[in-house]
T-cell receptor, first 115, second 116 residues
Framework: TQLLEQSPQFLSIQEGENLTVYCNSS?????LQWYRQEPGEGPVLLVT?????EVKKLKRLTFQFGDARKDSSLHITAAQPGDTGLYLC???????????????FGQGTILTVHP | KAGVTQTPRYLIKTRGQQVTLSCSPI?????VSWYQQTPGQGLQFLFE???????NKGNFPGRFSGRQFSNSRSEMNVSTLELGDSALYLC???????????????FGPGTRLTVT
């Protein structure tokens, strides 16, 4: 069974601070996605990383995929109140069979950015 | 392109009843996956359909079932509802890029099911 451990579970910071969310597994994933979810809505895809060591930037957000494709991080620079939400990492394996269409999700990080 | 749509957005049912939820994937996407999201368990995979066939199933009881139609629209059904079935049910349509191994899922807004 593939598991993704996401940390921290909660983050409460002031506007302008930096933060990092971690996603770790003992399993190798073919690709890993980060989502942001607002209350009562579905997760919105932020980024997909595929290659070990890959770094992607989306404005103030930086995503990194570990060299072994077992871990990932999300770093937010100068957080803003609009960044508040639930952040989820999710991994996919291309092994076929029981992996078809299945994302393995971390438990999520609830981020609150205070003005 | 229109996103994934789910209907209804909210449902209130009583124990023992059954419910059907509907999902329309992004145009051109043939794979539809369903997830249950609860505060305690997070997002858990229910099943995936591709070209009208269930290819994968999570660890949920047989009360949870689904189907997919020729236009890729999907429905999931929960029979004999229990209080613990109260959750946000999410549908996602997928794109898989075979050459790179990249797999992306796009989620709908979800159906909030409350069982009383």
């Amino acid at each position: 069974t593939q598991l993704l451990e996401q940390s921290p579970q909660f983050l409460s910071i002031q506007e302008g601070e930096n933060l990092t969310v971690y996603c770790n597994s003992s399993s190798v994933f073919s690709s890993l996605q980060w989502y942001r979810q607002e209350p009562g809505e579905g997760p919105v895809l932020l980024v997909t990383v595929v290659t070990g060591g890959e770094v992607k930037k989306l404005k103030r957000l930086t995503f990194q995929f570990g060299d072994a494709r077992k871990d990932s991080s999300l770093h937010i620079t100068a957080a803003q109140p609009g960044d508040t939400g639930l952040y989820l990492c999710a991994g996919h394996s291309n092994a076929g069979g029981t992996s078809y269409g299945k994302l393995t999700f971390g438990q999520g990080t609830i981020l609150t950015v205070h003005p | 392109k229109a996103g994934v749509t789910q209907t209804p957005r909210y449902l209130i049912k009583t124990r023992g009843q059954q419910v059907t939820l509907s999902c329309s994937p992004i145009s051109g996407h043939r794979s539809v996956s369903w997830y249950q999201q609860t505060p305690g368990q997070g997002l858990q995979f229910l099943f995936e359909y591709f070209s009208e066939t269930q290819r994968n199933k999570g660890n949920f009881p047989g009360r949870f079932s689904g189907r997919q139609f020729s236009n890729s629209r999907s429905e999931m059904n929960v029979s004999t509802l229990e209080l613990g079935d109260s959750a946000l049910y999410l549908c996602a349509s997928s794109l898989w890029f075979a050459s790179s191994g990249k797999h992306e899922q796009y989620f709908g807004p979800g159906t909030r099911l409350t069982v009383t």
